[in-house]
């Protein structure tokens, strides 16, 4: 499996920003997608994450400003993110997680920078 992750960049406190990922490859229907995030200096954490079936799972600092989607049709895991705050500046990475290998993989990271 192969992710690919768009749409970091910088922007000011309280502005928004759309991430996407699309994964390619051997697509399991049974999966999650989600995002996690990792800052310098600190530990990668969990942002958000949504199963194949639309269950969704939220850090308690995404929660509220934070939406995860996805396309099924197209593989793709969307992160909307708003409100935005100077300590969500970190790498985003995205991650497909297979139930029933359960395996892990990682996109290349992108990196938001929450700055004035």
């Known amino acids: 499996v192969q992710l690919q992750a768009f749409g970091g960049g910088l922007v000011q406190p309280g502005g928004s920003l759309r991430l996407s990922c699309a994964a390619s490859?051997?697509?399991?229907?049974?999966?999650?997608m989600g995002w996690y995030r990792q800052a310098p200096g600190k530990q990668r954490e969990l942002v958000a994450a949504?199963?194949?079936?639309?269950?969704?799972n939220y850090a308690d600092s995404a929660k509220g400003r934070f939406t995860i989607s996805r396309d099924i049709a197209k593989n793709t895991v969307y992160l909307q993110m708003n409100s935005l705050k100077p300590e969500d500046t970190a790498v985003y990475y995205c991650?497909?997680?297979?139930?029933?290998?359960?395996?892990?993989?990682w996109g290349q990271g992108t990196l938001v920078t929450v700055s004035s």
């Open positions: 490859g051997s697509i399991r229907s049974i999966n999650t």
């Open positions: 949504i199963t194949s079936g639309g269950s969704t």
């Open positions: 991650n497909y997680h297979d139930f029933i290998t359960g395996q892990s993989y």
